[in-house]
Structure formats: structure tokens, C-alpha cells
């Protein structure tokens, strides 16, 4: 029997692989109240930015992300908005009108950041992890 291949949208994808991801904190509200939970340090990542954690990568899209893992892929449909924390979590705000639901993971050991990113506090994380 060969494995099953999973692809589709899902918000909540990284929920559902805990070989790469472990969830710390779920929270839904207004948009303004969730965006205030976020862990001090986080930096948005922009589009071209991949975060690696076990083995999984996440991509992030300009208003969207997807993760694969092997043949895996799954679509963080828009809006979606990734942040990087203290190169030890991700969060990641799903926006639905002015609701929203965070969720906030710890990395595996040895994650990463690596590819493009848009700010400076952003490049100067990702160059501390080498």
C-alpha cells in the first residue's frame, strides 16, 4: 500500500504536523486584539521569506503560505500574515474580515530562516542563525 499524498487550504496546517510544529497558543477575535498577542519580536516575513522547522518548509506568499512536507502541500489561504519570534517560533495570523484567529508555534531545533525577507530587524535575525 503507498502512502497517501495530502495537499489542500488549510488554515491549520501547521496544527497537524507536530513532527514540525508545536503549538503553543491559539487565540480568535478582532483582528486589532489578536495582532496585540503577538509575542514581543515578532517580525512579519514577507513574500520570497521560507522558514524550515523538522522537516517541513513554510513559503510565504505575498497575502498567503504554504507548507510542504516530503509530498505534502498544504495552502494558508489569504489573508495570511507570518511572523518570525527569537528564531524559536512562528506565528501565524489568519484574517477573516475584521476576525482573525493566531496561533503561535515553537520550531524544532535547528529551524531556520532563510530566503528573502523586507525589513532589516528581519535580515539581521536570519544572519544570526548562521
Not at 491559539?26 to 523538522?54: H, Q
Amino acid at each position: 500500500m503507498l502512502p497517501h499524498d495530502f495537499s489542500g487550504d488549510a488554515p491549520w496546517a501547521l496544527s497537524a504536523l507536530p513532527d514540525c510544529f508545536s503549538q503553543r497558543l491559539r487565540a480568535s477575535g478582532p483582528i486589532g486584539r489578536l495582532r496585540a498577542r503577538l509575542p514581543r519580536g515578532s517580525v512579519r516575513l514577507s513574500s520570497g521569506a521560507t522558514v524550515s522547522s523538522g522537516n517541513c518548509t513554510v513559503f510565504v506568499g505575498e497575502n498567503d503560505a504554504r507548507v510542504e512536507r516530503r509530498a505534502d502541500r498544504f495552502h494558508l489561504p489569504a489573508i495570511t500574515e507570518v511572523y518570525f519570534i527569537d528564531r524559536r517560533q512562528l506565528a501565524i495570523v489568519h484574517v477573516a474580515r475584521r476576525r482573525g484567529e493566531l496561533r503561535v508555534y515553537r520550531l524544532r531545533p535547528h529551524a531556520g530562516l532563510v530566503g528573502n525577507t523586507s525589513t532589516e530587524r528581519t535580515r539581521m535575525t536570519a544572519n544570526e542563525q548562521t
